[in-house]
Structures are given as structure tokens and as C-alpha cells.
């Protein structure tokens, strides 16, 4: 037992914090239409040649919100 984790407490994993999340995608989003956070909806804007770039949409007013690039390792389009 480690003396400086407190008790009940699972360990950390291995790595920085950066290992601990991967990739987030977001459920809600504050919209400045409707001046409140909102639920979203993700869109596929554009197919790049290293991976996507996606929009994040207000599902009540359809306002964009923001927009999220997805990486992959290797090239999606076979030349």
C-alpha cells in the first residue's frame, strides 16, 4: 500500500494526464443563440487525407458551436 494515496482511492494510471482521456466528444455545448448549454450534434464537414474535421451543432437552434478534427495513423484515401 502506497502511504501518500489515500485509502479507497484506485491508483493513477501510467503516463501524463494526457494518456488518462484519449479523445472526448462532447455531449453538450454553451450556445450563444440560446444563451444556455445545450445538447449537440456532431456533423462530418470534410474528409481530409489524415482524417476528418467535424462540426458540433445546437440541436435546439442548429447554431454552430464548434468544430473537432479526428486524426487517424495512417492516410484514409488509398493512392
Same mark, same amino acid.
Given at each position: 500500500? &502506497? #502511504?501518500?494515496? #489515500?485509502? !479507497?482511492? /484506485? *491508483?493513477?494510471?501510467?503516463? =501524463? *494526464?494526457? &494518456?488518462? @482521456?484519449?479523445? @472526448?466528444?462532447?455531449?453538450?455545448? @454553451?450556445? %450563444?443563440?440560446?444563451? $444556455? /448549454?445545450? #445538447?449537440?450534434?456532431?456533423? +462530418?464537414?470534410? $474528409? +481530409? #487525407? &489524415?482524417?476528418?474535421?467535424?462540426?458540433?451543432?445546437?440541436?435546439?437552434?442548429? %447554431?454552430?458551436?464548434?468544430?473537432?478534427?479526428?486524426? $487517424? =495513423? !495512417? /492516410? +484514409? +484515401?488509398?493512392?
Amino acid at each position: 500500500m &502506497d #502511504p501518500r494515496r #489515500p485509502a !479507497g482511492r /484506485p *491508483p493513477r494510471a501510467q503516463g =501524463g *494526464p494526457e &494518456d488518462s @482521456f484519449g479523445e @472526448f466528444e462532447a455531449s453538450a455545448l @454553451f450556445c %450563444n443563440r440560446c444563451r $444556455v /448549454p445545450r #445538447p449537440v450534434r456532431e456533423r +462530418l464537414l470534410l $474528409v +481530409l #487525407p &489524415d482524417g476528418e474535421l467535424r462540426e458540433y451543432l445546437c440541436a435546439v437552434c442548429t %447554431n454552430s458551436l464548434g468544430t473537432r478534427r479526428l486524426t $487517424v =495513423g !495512417g /492516410p +484514409l +484515401l488509398a493512392g
